[in-house]
């Protein structure tokens, strides 16, 4: 069901420069505009209090989704990425080590939980855009559909533990 799920998205890859285009900034480059983003959101808090509440949130958030529940998990399996099982060139470079959970999911699902506990607006833009990023990055060739899955269940987790850790 993965792969077929897969082929599906990636099938569409090479078929138009606009769609190419869109997939490889969606896939490498949408990430800066929403740190950018989150960080004046952040800043544009009125206390002191919100602000270091928020940054820690955010801190703890992303520490535990990224830095060690995604590395625990592919510490202890190892799934391959599509261009090595499948033997293709992908859109964007592509590291060659373990895809599940995925990295970027598991980031920037992390920071839209976060933004979305600070601003519920803002937040389902987020979740929107780490979306497409998902979908982008299998896309493009350097993700199964269940890395991007798996990322975002382990962000999603992390963040509410993170706001659970902080509000006690």
């Known amino acids: 069901m993965d792969q077929k799920l897969f082929n599906l998205i990636h099938s569409f890859a090479g078929k138009s420069r606009l769609l190419d285009f869109l997939g490889i900034f969606f896939a490498d480059y949408i990430g800066y505009f929403l740190i950018i983003i989150a960080a004046a959101l952040l800043f544009s808090l009125k206390s002191w209090k919100e602000k ?26 190892h799934r391959s990425r599509p261009f090595s099982v499948l033997s293709f060139e992908p859109l964007i470079d592509g590291v060659n080590q373990g895809a599940f959970p995925s990295g970027h999911a598991a980031f920037y699902f992390a920071l839209a939980g976060v933004i979305l506990f600070l601003n519920k607006k803002w937040g389902w833009r987020f979740i929107g855009a780490a979306a497409l990023m998902g979908l ?18 382990v962000a999603v987790l992390s963040a ?3 706001k659970r850790i902080l509000d006690k």
């Open 52 to 77: 270091y509440y928020s940054f820690a949130l955010l801190a703890l958030s992303l520490i535990l989704s990224r830095g060690i529940l995604t590395e625990l998990i592919r510490y202890f399996y």
């Open 136 to 153: 982008a990055r299998i896309f493009v060739g350097v993700h199964w559909p269940l890395d991007i899955a798996g990322g975002a269940l």
């Open 160 to 162: 509410f533990a993170a």
